[in-house]
C-alpha cells in the first residue's frame, strides 16, 4: 500500500470547520471548557502573589496588607502575623480545592467532548463506508478502511482531549502569568527569562522531529493493519504453500519500520524534556542570583520560582500537544476523505419515476451493456439478453468470461458504463430505495461468507422482522432443518467467524435458506452447487426443482448437467455473448457450448474409468 502524503499545516481552518460540524450538537460542552480554560489561566498566577505575601508578611509584620484581602481573609486592622498565617492559609487550601474542581471539570468535559465527537463520526464513517460503490472494495485494502474507521477516529478524539482545547488553556496560562511576572519586577522577569529564547528553538526542533516520526508511525500501523488483515483471512493459503517464513519476513519488515519510527520519537523526548529542565534551573540559579544581589524581598523569589515553573510546566508538554493536534488533524483528512468519496450507489432524486409495483414479476432486459472494473478494461462488452417472467436462464463460459459481472450489476453492486438493465421494463437506477431492487433477489454464491454468531443470526442476518418459525420452515424446504437441529443448540449453534466450525456443504446449505427466506422473485445461484458434496447436492438440486417454478431464475454453472432444464442458455466468452439456445440447441450446433460439453463429458469418463 503506497504511504500518503501528509500536510505539514497545523491549523487547516476547513478541517477545523468540518470537525466543528460534529460539535455543534454538544455546544455547551464545548463552551463550557473554553470558559474554565480562560478562568484557569487568570487564577493560576493568584496563589504565587499570595505565598509572596505570605512570606513577606513573616519577615516583616509591618508589611501592609491590600484592603481587598483583608476584608477576603476577613482580617482585623491591627491583625497579628499568627491570625494572617492562619487566615491565609485556610483561604489557599479552600482555593486550592475549587482550582483542582475546575481542573477536573475542565479535563473530564474536555474528554466527554472528545469521545462523543468520535462515536458520531464513527457512526459517520461507517454509514458511508456501507454505501460505497463495491469496487471502492476491490482497490481498498481492508486494512486501511479499518484503520481509518478505529485508529485514525480516535487520534481525533485527542484534539480535544490532549489538542486544542488543552493547548489555548495552556498558552493562556503562559500569557497571563508573564504579564504577571513583568508587573511586579520587569527587570527581575527579564534576568528569570534569559534563556527563554533557547527553549523556544528547542520547543520547535522537538515538535518537528516528533511530528515527523509520528507520520511514519502512523503510515506503518495502516500497513500493519491492512498485512495482519490479509494475512490473517488467507491463512491457509499461507500454510498450504508453506509460505510462513517469507510472509513473516514481510510483516517483521513492516514492524521494524514502525519500531524504529517510535524509537526516533522516544530519542527526541529522551533529549527535551532534560533540556527543559536544564534550561528551568539556569532560569532558576539567575534569579536567585539576581534577588540576592539586589538585596530584594524574599517573598518575590519564591513567587517567580513559583512563576517560572508555571510557565516550564506547560511548555514541557506544549509541543507534545501540538503533535498530538497535528496527528489529529492528519487524521481528520485521511477521515473525511472517505466522507468525500463520491463512489456510492446514490438514490435516483428524479421525481418522474416510473411507478414500480412490488413484489416484481421478474422480467429481465440487458440493453448493449458495457462494463469495466477499472478504466475501459471491458469485462463485459455489448451485453443483450430478455429473460421472462418465470423463465430459468443459465450463464456458462470459462473462469472470467462474465458470468458474475453480470449478476453484481443485476444487483446494482456496480455502475454500468454503457447501456440499460431492466427487470419488468423499468431501468434499475429508478429502484427507490436500492433495497426494494436486492431484497427482491436471492442470490447464492459460490464463496460462502458467514458471520460470527448463531444460525439463526447468519439466516435472518439479525433482520428482527423475521420469524423463527419462517426461517424453520425454509430449512425443512431443503432439508437442512434435520442438520440444523442436530448441532449443539439448534439454530442458536454459533458457527464461529467465517463459519469456521461447518464444513463448505453445510455453509452452502445455510446460505441457500437466507437466500429462500425473503421469497425473492429472482433467484440467482452463481455455482451454488459447485462446492459440495453429491448428498448435499440432490437436496439443493430438489429445492431448486420446486423454488424455480413461476420464479425467474438465473443458473452460474460449470457442470453443465445441472443446467440441462433451463429454458435458455447464454454462452458466453471474454465477456460477449456467443451462442444463445437450449441444451439441444447448442449441441446441434457445434460451437462452444458443445465443445465445453465435450470437455466435461470426456473428463468425467476418464475420473470414471480411474476410479474403477
Not at 201 to 218: D, G, I, M, P
Amino acid at each position: 500500500m503506497a504511504k500518503e502524503k501528509d500536510s505539514k499545516k497545523v491549523f487547516d481552518i476547513s478541517l477545523i470547520k468540518r470537525l466543528f460540524h460534529f460539535v455543534r450538537p454538544y455546544g455547551l460542552f464545548f463552551y463550557t471548557s473554553l470558559i474554565l480554560a480562560i478562568l484557569m489561566a487568570f487564577i493560576t498566577p493568584f496563589r504565587p502573589y499570595l505565598i509572596q505575601l505570605t512570606v513577606n508578611k513573616s519577615v516583616n509584620p509591618k508589611l501592609a496588607i491590600p484592603e481587598w484581602l483583608q476584608s477576603i481573609l476577613r482580617l482585623e486592622q491591627n491583625h497579628s502575623v499568627f491570625q494572617f498565617i492562619i487566615n491565609i492559609t485556610i483561604f489557599q487550601i479552600i482555593f486550592l480545592v475549587l482550582e483542582s474542581a475546575m481542573r477536573f471539570a475542565f479535563s473530564f468535559i474536555t474528554s466527554w467532548l472528545g469521545q462523543n465527537v468520535v462515536k458520531d463520526l464513527r457512526v459517520t464513517v461507517y454509514k458511508k463506508i456501507m454505501s460505497f460503490n463495491l469496487s471502492q472494495f476491490d482497490k481498498t485494502p481492508i486494512g486501511t478502511l479499518t484503520t481509518r474507521t478505529i485508529n485514525d477516529i480516535e487520534s481525533i478524539n485527542d484534539i480535544f482531549s490532549d489538542g486544542l482545547i488543552p493547548i489555548v488553556a495552556d498558552l493562556l496560562t503562559i500569557v497571563i502569568t508573564l504579564i504577571t511576572m513583568f508587573c511586579m519586577s520587569w527587570k527581575v522577569a527579564l534576568v528569570s527569562l534569559a534563556p527563554f529564547p533557547f527553549l523556544i528553538v528547542a520547543t520547535y526542533l522537538f515538535k518537528e522531529s516528533v511530528n515527523a516520526s509520528f507520520v511514519k508511525v502512523r503510515n506503518a500501523v495502516a500497513s500493519l493493519n491492512a498485512f495482519v488483515q490479509e494475512h490473517i483471512t488467507g491463512m491457509h493459503i499461507v500454510q498450504a504453500f508453506a509460505a510462513e517464513e517469507r510472509e513473516f519476513n514481510k510483516f517483521n519488515k513492516i514492524n521494524k519500520e514502525h519500531r524504529n519510527a517510535n524509537i526516533k520519537a522516544i530519542f527526541a523526548y529522551s533529549v527535551f524534556f532534560p533540556f527543559v529542565e536544564l534550561v528551568l534551573a539556569i532560569s532558576t540559579g539567575l534569579l536567585v542570583w539576581w534577588v540576592a544581589d539586589n538585596r530584594l524581598d524574599a517573598g518575590l523569589l519564591v513567587a517567580f520560582i513559583l512563576y517560572l515553573n508555571q510557565i516550564f510546566r506547560p511548555l514541557r508538554v506544549i509541543a507534545d500537544k501540538f503533535n498530538v493536534l497535528q496527528m489529529g488533524m492528519i487524521a481528520a483528512e485521511r477521515v473525511f476523505k472517505i466522507l468525500d468519496n463520491e463512489d456510492i450507489l446514490p438514490q435516483n432524486k428524479n421525481s418522474n419515476l416510473p411507478f414500480i409495483n412490488y413484489p416484481l414479476k421478474g422480467s429481465i432486459d440487458f440493453e448493449n451493456v458495457w462494463f469495466a472494473y477499472t478504466n475501459e478494461q471491458y469485462v463485459l462488452k455489448d451485453i443483450s439478453f430478455s429473460v421472462n417472467a418465470g423463465e430459468t436462464i443459465a450463464l456458462v463460459g470459462h473462469t472470467g468470461s462474465g458470468k458474475t459481472s453480470i449478476i453484481s450489476l443485476l444487483n446494482r453492486l456496480y455502475f454500468i458504463n454503457k447501456g440499460v438493465i431492466k427487470i419488468d421494463g423499468v431501468n434499475i437506477d429508478d429502484f427507490l430505495p436500492i433495497e426494494k431492487l436486492r431484497s427482491s433477489i436471492g442470490v447464492v454464491l459460490q464463496d460462502v461468507f458467514l458471520f460470527s454468531g448463531s444460525v439463526m443470526d447468519n439466516i435472518t442476518l439479525r433482520n428482527p422482522l423475521v420469524s423463527r418459525e419462517s426461517v424453520i420452515e425454509a430449512a425443512k424446504m431443503i432439508g437442512m432443518h434435520d442438520f440444523i437441529m442436530q448441532l449443539p443448540g439448534g439454530y442458536d449453534y454459533n458457527v464461529m467467524e467465517r463459519g469456521s466450525t461447518l464444513s463448505l456443504g453445510q455453509r452452502q446449505l445455510i446460505s441457500f435458506v437466507r437466500a429462500l427466506l425473503y421469497n425473492p422473485s429472482i433467484l440467482i445461484m452463481d455455482e451454488a452447487t459447485s462446492s459440495i458434496d453429491t448428498e448435499s447436492e440432490l437436496l439443493i438440486q430438489h429445492a431448486i426443482d420446486t423454488l424455480i417454478t413461476g420464479r425467474t431464475s438465473i443458473v452460474i454453472a460449470h457442470r453443465l448437467s445441472t443446467i440441462r432444464k433451463a429454458s435458455k442458455i447464454i454462452v458466453l466468452d471474454k465477456g460477449e455473448i456467443k451462442e444463445i439456445g437450449n441444451h439441444e440447441e447448442l449441441l446441434a450446433l457445434g460451437g462452444l457450448y458443445n465443445k465445453l460439453h465435450e470437455m466435461q463429458f470426456d473428463n468425467y469418463n476418464i475420473n470414471t474409468t480411474s476410479k474403477s
